[in-house]
């Protein structure tokens, strides 16, 4: 009889859900609303699995009952205390079957590395750094999320901060003058200096995704204050993915770095800065670019709960697959 194995990526903005067989064969996908039970309670985090999953059990021809494994990465998991809490929003899906439950941000490790071990670091509207030990056991994290608090750096958000930190520096003289300034004040429709960094302060103008795009651009213009931005950035992302190393006492293995968000797309001196910083501590260290559906590793984590190490063998042909029967 073949067995089948599910797995769930729940985010801020949707929820999937794959169902693969025991060879790594995607036979069934479906999706459903946000899943970050922060925002939207823990009674529409069940609603939303509710959904995803009932497509992806349609779509294969099962039922919940058939499920061997199942593994889900849920945004929003974020501390070992919340487990009780989120494993209640799962029980009334009726699932029988070994499952694991982590942070969304770890699912990148599952899908990119080759054995189910190593590191992601997400870069996107914000960050996060994820760690897993060649135990498939021991995890190393950041507290995710805390960004100026914490130290932790570096999202779209935060780029376009440090980026904003330098078009100051100009209007008061404690830096030179930089091609962000004329990009901002066209972005912003500010009329002057004076008048972007006046409405920023009281709230006149207002920061979007447009603007660390234009970061990009302006790097890509070779003005120093933009690169120096980037380098930054690119040095903050690896410096956390260096702090996952030492818990996890990984500096002289050949550990394998994923990087996950659209950021990574949008200058090569954000990514060589990280890798610089990384293998500054962990010479043999590999980097990853994975940009597949994230959910691809959560069904691998559902492989995983009968297969073990095992389960990474199937991980091409999942991803082979998946890429045959997703909606995005």
């Known amino acids: 009889m073949t067995r089948y194995f599910l797995g769930v990526d729940a985010g801020g903005t949707k929820t999937h859900a794959l169902v693969v067989n025991e060879s790594g064969e995607a036979v069934g996908f479906g999706r459903g609303g946000r899943g970050n039970w922060e925002g939207i309670g823990l009674d529409g985090l069940t609603q939303a699995l509710k959904t995803a999953i009932a497509g992806a059990l349609e779509t294969a021809s099962i039922n919940v009952k058939q499920i061997s494994g199942a593994g889900m990465g849920l945004a929003g998991y974020d501390w070992p205390s919340q487990r009780g809490m989120i494993l209640g929003a799962i029980q009334p899906l009726g699932l029988e079957c070994p499952l694991e439950i982590v942070n969304d941000a770890t699912l990148g490790i599952f899908a990119g590395t080759s054995a189910g071990w190593g590191i992601s670091v997400v870069s996107g509207t914000g960050c996060n750094c994820r760690g897993r030990g060649k135990d498939l056991k021991s995890e190393g994290r950041m507290?995710?999320?805390?960004?100026?608090?914490?130290?932790?750096?570096?999202?779209?958000?935060?780029?376009?901060?440090?980026?904003?930190?330098?078009?100051?520096?100009?209007?008061?003289?404690?830096?030179?003058?930089?091609?962000?300034?004329?990009?901002?004040?066209?972005?912003?429709?500010?009329?002057?200096?004076?008048?972007?960094?006046?409405?920023?302060?009281?709230?006149?103008?207002?920061?979007?995704?447009?603007?660390?795009?234009?970061?990009?651009?302006?790097?890509?213009?070779?003005?120093?204050?933009?690169?120096?931005?980037?380098?930054?950035?690119?040095?903050?992302?690896?410096?956390?993915?260096?702090?996952?190393?030492?818990q996890l006492g990984l500096e002289n293995d050949p550990v394998e770095v994923v990087l996950i968000g659209s950021l990574y797309n949008g200058h090569p001196l954000m990514t060589e800065s990280l890798k610089e910083t990384v293998r500054a501590l962990a010479?043999?260290?590999?980097?990853?670019?994975?940009?597949?559906?994230?959910?691809?590793?959560?069904?691998?984590?559902?492989?995983?709960?009968?297969?073990?190490?095992?389960?990474?063998?199937?991980?091409?042909?999942?991803?082979?697959?998946?890429?045959?029967?997703?909606v995005s």
């Open 143 to 246: 507290v995710g999320g805390g960004s100026h608090w914490s130290g932790e750096y570096a999202g779209g958000g935060d780029i376009v901060a440090r980026a904003m930190q330098a078009v100051t520096f100009e209007w008061n003289k404690r830096g030179p003058a930089t091609a962000l300034s004329p990009a901002f004040l066209e972005l912003s429709g500010a009329r002057s200096l004076d008048d972007l960094v006046e409405g920023v302060y009281v709230g006149r103008y207002e920061f979007d995704a447009r603007y660390v795009f234009k970061v990009f651009e302006v790097a890509a213009q070779d003005d120093p204050e933009a690169l120096t931005v980037l380098r930054w950035a690119g040095r903050e992302l690896g410096e956390m993915a260096c702090g996952i190393i030492r």
């Open 283 to 326: 010479p043999a260290a590999q980097f990853i670019r994975f940009d597949a559906p994230p959910v691809i590793g959560a069904a691998l984590l559902g492989l995983e709960q009968a297969f073990g190490a095992d389960a990474y063998r199937q991980r091409e042909k999942v991803i082979e697959t998946t890429s045959k029967i997703i």
